[in-house]
Every structure is written in C-alpha cells, then in structure tokens.
C-alpha cells in the first residue's frame, strides 16, 4: 500500500435529513451547523485539518424554516445535506449519520428524509411490498407451492387472482399454549379464511414451546386448511431470534412451508431485517413488528416521526409490510399518526415498492368500516384478541372477513368469494 | 409429533422489571396488570384459555410504591415478575419481555430490572471487563501477541502488571482522512501513550476510508508505536456494519492485529454485539458506543433507565466498556444519570463481569481532575478533538496521560512510568 494521500474528491451528491429543533430563532442556525458537524466528523469546527472536509463532509445547512411545535414553543425544521458517501451504502452506516449522535440530545426530532438514486440504489428494499404480496397470496407462495411434495387441490390451482381487498391477519396466541394447540387454532383462522396467521412476537423458542415444533405444527395445520378450502392462508413465524440463530431458523421456516417470516427489528436490528428480505434463497415476504423500536418516535419533540420510522426506514430495511398501534387501541398514536405512517409506506420512494401498513393494538371487528375508510384497500388489518371473543372462532374470522369485503368498495371485493 | 397435549409446568422462577409509571393510584394496579398481560400473552384477561397460563405466564404484580416523578405528577414505581420461560435464554426476547410492546406506550419507563440465575446463567456478558481489560492492556492482547510474527520489543515484554489508573481513550477523527491519514494519527496517539485508539464510530467502508485498508494501516502504526515505546496501546476498529460483515470485519480486525473492536448495538443491535463478544475464536474487548440507542433514554418519563440501559443491558449484550455522554459536555445527561450509568457498569450481576464507564462527549483535558473524582480508577476517559486543540498532539496526549496519572490516587498510579 502506497503512503500517498490522494486529495478528498466525493461526488457531491448529497441525501437531505430534515430534523424538527425546539429553538430560538437566535439559536437555530448554532444549532443547525452543530448537527451538521455531529453526524459527520463529530470534531469542531476550527480544528478540522482541511477545507476538503469542510466543504465534502459535513452536513450542510440547505433550509431553516419556522415550524409548530405541539408543546407550542418555537420551533424550525432544519434540512442537512449530508455527502452520499458518507452512508456508504450501509443501512448502518445511513442510520447514524442520519440520527446516530443526536438521538441523545433533547429537542431534536428527524422528521422526513430525501435520498437521491445514488444512496436508494444500494439498497433493493421490500422483496414484495404490496402487489408482490398479493399474487403471493393467490398462489405463488402458498403452502402448496413451497412443498411441492404437497398436492394442492384443484380449487387452490384455479385461483391466481390475486385478491384486492384490504387483507385479514391475526397472530397465534396467547403464550403459554403448545405447538399442538397453536397448530389447532392456525387451522381454525385458516378455515375461516385469514389471509396471514402469524406468530404472536411474543413465541419464539421457549422451553414450552419450540420454534421447531411449532412451525412445523403450525404450517401443515395451515396447509391442510387450504386444502379443505381452496384458500391461500400464509403462516408467517416469528424469526426474532438471537444474532446468529436469525437465518438458520427462517430457512427452517421455509423448509416447513411457511408462507412468510415476522420480524421485530428493534429487538434483532434493523439491518438484520434487511439481509433477510435479501436473502434470495428465503424469498419469502416479511411483517415488520414494532417492538421496542416504537419507543423512538413516542415522545414528539425526540426521536424519529412516525411515517420516517414505522414505513420509510422499514422499507429500506425491506420489510413487506409494517404493523404500527393504531389509534383508539391498547396504544395512543394519533390518527394523523397513523395517517402519516400508511402514507409513508405506499409513497414514492426511488425503485423500493411500496409497502402495507397494518394498523392493530387491540383492534375490534367493529372498527373494520373505519378501518377500511381509513386505509383503503392496500392494508392489513390485524385483529388478534377479539377473533376469540365470540362462541366460535371459524364463524367469528368468516365474519371478519365478510365485514372487510362488503366495507370495501364494491369494485374491488375479492373476486374470489 | 404426538398431538398430546402436556400440562404447562414451568419452574416457577421468575425475574423482575421494575416499570415507574405516570399515573394516579386510582389507576396504578390496573396499567400494571395490562401491562403484565402486554408482554407476556398480549391477550384480554378474561380471554386466557386456561388457569396455567394465566397463573404461570402472565406477569404478576410483585409491589406497587408511590415514587416522585420528575414533573411533578404522581407517579408509581410497578414490580412485574415474569417467568424465565418466558425470555426462553435469548437476549431477543428478554428484552421483548422486559419492554418490547410497552416502549410504544407513553408514560411508562423501565427503570430496573432484577435476573435470577436461572435466567443470567444464559449470558457469558463480558469476555474481559475491568480486570480483563487491565491484563490485555498489560501485554496478552497487546497487537505484539495477536500477531506472534511481529517481535515485541524487551521493554513490552517484561511490562507484565496491568496499569492501575484510569484508561485514557480517543476516537480517530475526523471522517474524511484517508487511511493513511488515519494511521499517522494513530501512530502519534499511540506515541502519546493513550491506551484505546478507537474508530470513530462513523468510520465504516466508506469509498473514501475502505475499512480494510483502515484496519491495516492503523494497527500497523500502533504497534510501530508501541515498538518505540514499549508501550501497550490497543487499536479498536468499528465494526459496526451490515448484518452479514459484522463477523468477517470482526475477524480481518483481529487478523491484522486490532486489540479491541467498537461496536454500536443500537444501530447493528444488541444481540449482533453479544454474539460478537461470545466468539471464542474473537475474543476480543468491546467497546460499546450509544449511537441511536440513547434516544430510548433521553425522556425522563419513557424509555429505559440509563443504568439499565447504558449499563446493565451492555453487559448482558456482552460489552467491556460502555461509552455514554458525561454532563456538561455536547450532551445532557445530569451527574446523576451518569453516576446511575457508572454504578449499573460496575454493580454485582450475577457472575457477570463488571465494566468500564467511558464518559465521553465533548470532554477536554480540564475536566480530568473532575472525571477522576466522579468515575474512580476503574473507568475510562475518552476526549477526542480537544486533543488535536494544542500545537502539538504528541505531547497534548503525554500531557492527558499525566494529569490522569496525578489526579488518580497516588497508591495505584501506573507503575509502568
């Protein structure tokens, strides 16, 4: 290796982090440049060696413009512009110059972010998103073809379709039941026409109840449902799991035929999430779940917003679609919260597909109009503990269902029925 | 597989997460039995399908005491017990226990925690810790013994008793020098007798610092230093990366003769650094940086304690050394949060070792005296751009080094002086 040092010559392409700052006009612009520094060369000004770096590196101020603040202080949005190869191509790496540092100062929130082609190329995104996920649904991913050494009836055969109503998902619970038993609630959801069945996040390999034992239990249970019903139930497990157990366990899940994989990210990283969605040999669609990683965007004036954090970073992280708490739940986002997230998970955003948002946290069959006006067609509505409130759990997800088709608009009800 | 279905009989033990919550005690017992059912089944009481799982899985309420709470309100300090079953030996899903889905709730921070043995059985923690890292820094891990093709000079090899004294630690910075740049810094930081030259945690592969190019020139230069010196300082690239680099990175690290790696579990998670600091075939000392992570703590009424989180969580995570932003510096934490944090890294935790506090943050030499009175011996200072402030940085490091080695009790001054 040579010695030489050849001189600083970045592109110039830059991607843009527009953060929320509690501050005074008088204080803004300090505030502003002090970021700019933070996440890029974290060393003050005066005493960075070159102006190569100076002009290169840091972040640079584009715009400060006043802002409300909900606490009704003053407030400005502040863009940066931060060099593409700052980034590096690593999600990692695009994390913390975007929020690394200052996610420890108060008074700062990132908001929104612009990323040109030159940083959105190196990342592939959701496998899926929202048209992927259905024509899995219609047949390509359903049980039957995962195991061909399962035949699929001819009723599952005819039907490539895809549907495009809004789409029905529950999680598998409560803790503390056994593979067999979950396996025998899976078959029931599927025979009453739930289109994802997923894990609780809570199920991942405890002594009670082995994530072997359980999706194997599990994804023949949805299988033989479909085949009893012609339908296309996916199981999705949870492959949350230790740093180096992720992969081996997905595989597994595949093997058995599942139909998808939940994930939560904030427990098992974001990037995790990510080499999965990447992985060509697992190919299967993901359910990004917001466990602990909610916590960033809760406390309005810190963190991450909500649409950035819950559909933005989720679909560059590759996830299929992004369960968030919807409001009026066990959990108090705001609808335009909420509002914020769906819009960020369907919105443009370079070549990535756009994603389903699914709105849950203690959702009711009785919310489903709402839901369905809310939403639109392009969403998961999540149901977990009120599908077991009636006398019979078949009936109850077939009227769950039949409440998503007749609130949905007419011209778009799954033709399948 | 049989279809039996065994009764669940779990053993009874259970481990402890204490929640402060802002509510009036008219409310208290009822958040603190939804959140019992929250992290644990995530289903309606009156739903749970069979005395066992209500009795054995759901969290039980252990203690409710009224606590201040820092705006004033009412506030009430909630001990749950959850089964150890429950986390299933995973980091993942401890943590999802401890607060996966009520970190999306406000009013609720999770403010302690206690684990039986049962449950910290299942962590090695720290490979090195406090004593650990004193004898590597003495000679083992010196880059002289990781690469047995270099020759130590005799000056290094009778240097057989660890330093006594606090560490000294700095960041190479800033992003934007090239490699070689990069190892001229480390060369004459290393000349100065600081004891960590770490990566600033923004360093990753970017097109303008490769990381393999990095990590070769810059543990080249600090062993040529340590040559001349006889000195022992350790090399600690970031590898911080992709889910699928962390482990190769980790290993060039080590190959090249890195005495030490740095590591941002909230950007590459936690259980990436646990696996990481698990690897026999690594072993080497982690030093954990706050990036992104922190913002789960910056909100005095949600999130997660800074001596859990900064402290005690990293050791579960398997970190040596834990980086956080000491009071006064660029940053906000008080004193007190971050004697919390000093106290958490070097509490009795099972057979877990304890670690070494890094305050950190915008520190400069003048606070020395300051950081040696509030954080003892056992921990380590890290000043990185006020150490580029003076005319010459050899000799601002050397000067580092003897206002730490003054300020420090005079009966565990290094004797390596």
Chains 1, 2 share one sequence.
Not at 123 to 147: C, E
Request: glycine share 10%; proline share 8%.
């Amino acid at each position: 290796m040579s010695s030489a040092k050849p001189p600083l010559a970045l592109s110039g392409e830059r991607f843009t982090a527009v953060y929320r700052l509690a501050v005074d006009a008088a204080e803004v612009e300090a505030r502003a440049r002090a970021i700019g520094l933070e996440q890029t060369v974290e060393f003050p000004d005066a005493l960075i060696p070159s102006d190569a770096i100076r002009e290169q590196i840091v972040g640079e101020i584009a715009a400060i413009t006043p802002c409300a603040r909900a606490d009704g202080g003053s407030g400005f949005e502040v863009s940066l512009r931060y060099p593409v190869e700052a980034a590096g191509s690593e999600l990692t790496q695009l994390l913390n110059v975007l929020f690394g540092n200052v996610a420890l100062q108060p008074g700062v929130r990132l908001q929104r972010i612009e990323l040109p082609p030159a940083l959105l190329d190196g990342f592939r995104g959701p496998r899926f998103g929202i048209a992927g996920l259905r024509r899995a649904l219609a047949s390509a991913l359903a049980p039957d073809a995962l195991h061909p050494t399962r035949t699929p009836p001819e009723a599952a055969k005819a039907s490539s379709t895809p549907p495009q109503r809004p789409l029905l998902c529950t999680a598998l619970k409560p803790m503390g039941l056994s593979p067999s038993e979950l396996a025998e609630l899976a078959y029931r959801l599927a025979l009453g026409g739930i289109d994802l069945i997923k894990d609780d996040h809570g199920l991942a390999d405890q002594p009670f109840c082995r994530f072997d034992e359980r999706v194997a239990r599990c994804a023949e249970a949805v299988h033989r449902a479909n085949q009893e019903t012609g339908g296309h139930s996916l199981y999705l497990p949870n492959v949350t799991a230790p740093a180096t157990a992720v992969v081996a366990r997905a595989q597994r899940a595949k093997a058995e035929g599942a139909g998808g994989l939940l994930f939560c990210p904030g427990l098992a990283g974001l990037d995790t999430m990510r080499a999965l969605a990447d992985d060509d040999a697992l190919a299967l669609p993901i359910l990004s779940h917001p466990a602990l990683l909610g916590g960033l965007a809760i406390n309005p004036g810190t963190g991450i917003a909500h649409g950035l954090l819950f559909a933005t970073l989720l679909r560059l992280a590759g996830a299929d679609a992004t369960i968030f708490p919807h409001s009026g739940g066990r959990f108090t986002f705001t609808a335009s919260e909420c509002q914020e997230i769906a819009d960020a998970a369907r919105a443009s955003l370079g070549t990535l597909q756009p994603i389903w948002p699914v709105p849950a946290g203690g959702m009711r069959l009785a919310r489903v109009p709402e839901l369905v006006e809310s939403y639109g067609s392009d969403s998961i509505f999540l149901i977990g503990g009120d599908l077991h409130a009636g006398p019979d759990l078949v009936e109850r997800c077939q009227a769950f269902r039949a409440l998503v088709e007749r609130s949905a608009d007419g011209s778009v009800i799954d033709r399948h029925q």
